[in-house]
T-cell receptor, first 113, second 117 residues
Framework: SQQGEEDPQALSIQEGENATMNCSYK?????LQWYRQNSGRGLVHLIL?????REKHSGRLRVTLDTSKKSSSLLITASRAADTASYFC?????????????FGKGTHLIIQP | GAVVSQHPSWVICKSGTSVKIECRSL??????MFWYRQFPKQSLMLMAT?????????EQGVEKDKFLINHASLTLSTLTVTSAHPEDSSFYIC?????????????FGPGTRLTVL
């Protein structure tokens, strides 16, 4: 079953604005990760937040995690045209770090110049 | 460091032929590699987990005889799509977990786009 569900599925904003994407998951997790994928390309790891963390920052990125609601959000501040990409959250199943990742459906972000 | 490559980056083949995709960890040893498939405008779906020297573990619904995985060394895993059909056309991405590294850390390859005519 689909572990992660992102919303919105697509988001178009003006350059300079902030972009917020949300992700929900179903099972217990050790951590949640966010990835970016440019069209037709591989994945770029953005940030990992552990289950005992509530918020994490990396440059223009801010990630929150609410384990009680099984949800996470990714905020990109001061967006740039180069931020145009698809963004996915991903989790390991049932606390197993050796397992492959379960990805959400993704949010396609378009930054209008 | 921690670079993963895939070869080829794209391939076009005729229906019924077999295609081999390689996944290599260039600067580290990978005890475990993962294979994912991504259909256009969709998310990545885990196909199988490949452990060096042992049989791969396939996800439910993935045909092991259709998608042959070999992890013969600590730096190479191969995925062979046998008797490919147009519905196998997809973007195949591998990832690798570094030997001795954090269990929740994976490094992704750039992907291989397969088009079956």
């Amino acid at each position: 079953s689909q572990q992660g569900e992102e919303d919105p599925q697509a988001l178009s904003i003006q350059e300079g604005e902030n972009a917020t994407m949300n992700c929900s998951y179903k099972t217990s997790i050790n951590n949640l990760q966010w990835y970016r994928q440019n069209s037709g390309r591989g994945l770029v790891h953005l940030i990992l937040i552990r289950s005992n963390e509530r918020e994490k920052h990396s440059g223009r990125l801010r990630v929150t995690l609410d384990t009680s609601k099984k949800s996470s959000s990714l905020l990109i501040t001061a967006s740039r045209a180069a931020d145009t990409a698809s963004y996915f959250c991903a989790t390991h199943r049932a606390g197993g770090g050796a397992d492959g990742l379960t990805f959400g459906k993704g949010t396609h972000l378009i930054i209008q110049p | 460091g921690a670079v993963v490559s895939q070869h080829p980056s794209w391939v076009i083949c005729k229906s019924g032929t077999s295609v081999k995709i390689e996944c290599r960890s260039l600067d580290f040893q990978a005890t475990t590699m993962f294979w994912y498939r991504q259909f256009p405008k969709q998310s990545l779906m885990l196909m199988a987990t490949s452990n060096e020297g042992s049989k791969a573990t396939y996800e439910q619904g993935v045909e092991k005889d259709k998608f042959l995985i070999n992890h013969a060394s600590l730096t190479l895993s191969t995925l062979t799509v046998t008797s490919a059909h147009p519905e196998d056309s997809s973007f195949y991405i591998c990832s690798a977990r570094r030997q001795g590294g954090p269990r929740d850390e994976q490094f992704f390859g750039p992907g291989t786009r397969l088009t079956v005519l």
